[in-house]
């Protein structure tokens, strides 16, 4: 990965740990909004990331690229690819149950991506330092020993919850987590 300094951990980063009440290894992690691009099951032609957890800190997922993921024809968007990437890492993120966004998110396209392939994709930490954490994550086509069609690195910020009722859909937010506290 020809990461950057800025997705790059600085030294002193730590690495996680699992948390108490992670989800057990290979237990299924739910999606976090219905309507989700990246892994909403109500989104029509969203890409329907269901991810798995093998140890508490990393994710593992599939993609399979369809006819509304198209760029060139037959072949994946590369900013389809960077949304799986986008996603697959904020997954692993959202196992440190703490809000994160990407601050940015560098991708290497090393391979076309027909449609109706299988991305096995699966997303990892390289270290947190203070509101930062650094991530990496690859999709392999075909398999999970297949080729790396993508990489990519990142920077997630962590944020207060409240940013998402700030900036987006409260309602929303209210209809799929009943656990969140608009006011806290
Ligand atoms: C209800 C359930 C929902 C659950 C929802 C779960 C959603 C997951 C979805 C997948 C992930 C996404 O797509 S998230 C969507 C795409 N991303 C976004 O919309 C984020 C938009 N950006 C922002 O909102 C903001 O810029 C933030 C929050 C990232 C940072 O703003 P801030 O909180 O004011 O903090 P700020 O001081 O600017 O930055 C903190 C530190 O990070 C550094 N930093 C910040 N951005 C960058 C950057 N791009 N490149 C380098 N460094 C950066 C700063 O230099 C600083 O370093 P230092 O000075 O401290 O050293």
Same mark, same amino acid.
């Given at each position: 990965?020809?990461?950057? /300094? ?12 699992? &948390? ?5 290894p ?20 969203g ?32 900013? !389809? ?23 940015? &998110?560098?991708?290497?396209?090393? /391979?076309?991506v ?35 069609a ?8 962590? !944020?207060?919850?409240?940013?998402f009722?700030?900036?987006?859909? /409260?309602?929303?937010i ?5 656990e ?5």
């Amino acid at each position: 990965m020809t990461r950057s /300094a800025i997705t790059t951990p600085p030294p002193g980063a730590t690495l996680p740990e699992p &948390l108490p009440g992670a989800p057990a290894p290979g237990s299924p992690l739910g999606s976090h909004y219905s309507r989700c691009f990246g892994c909403g099951d109500r989104h029509p032609t969203g890409l329907h990331l269901s991810a798995v957890t093998p140890d508490g800190v990393t994710v593992t997922a599939e993609f399979t690229v369809g006819e509304a993921h198209q760029g060139a024809p037959g072949l994946a968007h590369g900013g !389809v690819l960077a949304a799986a990437m986008d996603e697959v890492i904020g997954m692993s993120v959202w196992l440190f149950q703490r809000p994160y966004v990407t601050g940015r &998110l560098e991708t290497d396209y090393l /391979a076309p991506v027909p449609v109706g392939t299988t991305l096995h994709l699966r997303a990892w930490c390289t270290g947190m330092s203070g509101r930062k954490a650094y991530l990496e994550a690859e999709g392999r086509a075909g398999a999970p020993d297949g080729p790396v069609a993508v990489r990519a690195a990142a920077l997630f910020i962590e !944020v207060g919850m409240e940013h998402f009722a700030e900036h987006g859909d /409260a309602q929303a937010i209210l209809a799929e987590h009943h656990e969140y506290e608009v006011n806290p």
